[in-house]
């Protein structure tokens, strides 16, 4: 059964501060999601990894893949508050789109 | 560009009412899902679908039927309402080589 674990499960920091989001999964998989959501609202796709080693970056987010370490990594750069929101990884298992493993999601909340 | 819609953003229904979310997508994705997103419980597959008049169970599938008669649309169906059905229903489309997964907006139902 596919695992995905993400921490912090919440994290408060300061405008300008820079901040890493981990997200690990159990078994193999050559591909990764990662979402935000807003209060009330649906899931957005921020980014789609699809190889190891992928770095993709929009604004102050990048995101990361190392598949041999069964590791992604979202990046906060200098946070503003509108990056205030929840943040999702989400797994499929190789060779299956029929599968998406969520992990619980990473309660971010930006101060002034 | 709108992806995946959701045929309603709010609804309220009685209990005992049989109840239809429907979902559509205009990527002709073959795979479709039905997840429920609860406080503190994160999304749970409800049913997905991989092909037309195709469906698999999820994680929780009881209290629910799925119907999918063209590749473009999947439907929720709650045969019974009842309140603990009350919750925010997300459908999303994966293209089959999961390269990209697209979400709906999202409907919050209250079952009064």
């Known amino acids: 059964e596919l695992k995905v674990e993400q921490n912090p499960l919440f994290l408060s920091m300061q405008e300008g501060k820079n901040y890493t989001i981990y997200c690990n999964y159990s078994?193999?998989?050559?591909?990764l999601y990662w979402y935000r959501q807003d209060p009330g609202k649906s899931l957005e796709s921020l980014f789609v990894?699809?190889?190891?080693?992928a770095v993709k970056q929009e604004g102050r987010l990048m995101a990361s893949l190392d598949t041999k370490a069964r590791l992604s990594t979202l990046h906060i750069t200098a946070a503003v508050h509108d990056l205030s929101a929840t943040y999702f990884c989400?797994?499929?298992?190789?060779?299956?789109?029929?599968?998406?493993?969520f992990g619980s999601g990473t309660q971010l909340t930006v101060l002034p | 560009d709108v992806k995946v819609t959701q045929s309603s953003r709010y609804l309220v229904k009685r209990t005992g009412e049989k109840v239809f979310l429907e979902c559509v997508q205009d990527?002709?994705?073959?795979?479709m899902f039905w997840y429920r997103q609860d406080p503190g419980l994160g999304l749970r597959l409800i049913y997905f679908s991989y092909d037309v008049k195709m469906k698999e169970k999820g994680d929780i599938p009881e209290g629910y039927s799925v119907s999918r008669e063209k590749k473009e649309r999947f439907s929720l169906i709650l045969e019974s309402a009842s309140t603990n059905q009350t919750s925010m229903y997300l459908c999303?489309?994966?293209?089959?080589?999961?390269?990209?997964?697209?979400f709906g907006q999202g409907t919050r139902l209250t079952v009064v």
């Open positions: 989400a797994v499929p298992p190789t060779g299956s789109a029929r599968q998406l493993t």
């Open positions: 999303a489309a994966i293209e089959e080589a999961a390269t990209e997964a697209f």
């Open positions: 990894l699809l190889s190891n080693g």
């Open positions: 078994t193999t998989s050559d591909r």
């Open positions: 990527m002709d994705h073959e795979n």
